[in-house]
C-alpha cells in the first residue's frame, strides 16, 4: 500500500497544480466577459488591474505585499463614472499560480483593449 501511495503522490500533485490554473484561467476570462458586458450596458470605461490588500491599483512593474509582480496578487474591475471609480468584482491573491503582469486593462464601449 505504501508503494502505491508513493507512486500516485506525484500526479495528485501535478492534477492539483493544473486545476489551480484552470480555475485562475477561467476567473480571469470571467472577468474579461464580465468588464466588457459591463462597459457595453454602461456605456463607460470599465478598469480591469492588479490590486494590493487595500484594493488599490498596483503599477506596472510593483510588486504586491508577497514581492510578486505578476497577476497572482489579485486583481480588481471598476467603472469609471464622472471620474469617480466604482468596485464592480475583486478576485483575491492566489499566490501559488503566476499569471505574468505587464499592464492594466481598460474596456471601452467602443470594445478596445488599451
Known amino acids: 500500500m505504501a508503494i502505491l501511495a508513493a507512486f500516485a503522490t506525484p500526479s495528485f500533485i501535478a492534477w492539483q497544480t493544473r486545476d489551480q490554473v484552470d480555475a485562475r484561467a477561467r476567473a480571469l476570462f470571467s472577468t474579461l466577459t464580465f468588464a ?19 484594493r488599490h491599483c498596483l503599477t506596472s512593474g510593483k510588486a504586491c505585499e508577497s514581492g ?9 474591475l471598476f467603472v469609471d463614472r464622472d471620474g469617480v471609480p466604482t468596485l464592480l468584482r475583486v478576485q483575491f491573491a492566489m499566490t501559488s499560480i503566476a499569471l505574468p503582469a505587464h499592464r492594466r486593462i481598460c474596456l471601452s464601449r467602443r470594445l478596445r483593449a488599451r
Open 36 to 54: 466588457r458586458a459591463e462597459a457595453v450596458r454602461r456605456a463607460a470605461r470599465v478598469t480591469l488591474c492588479r490590486i494590493d490588500t487595500a
Open 68 to 76: 510578486i509582480t505578476d497577476w497572482s496578487c489579485g486583481w480588481a
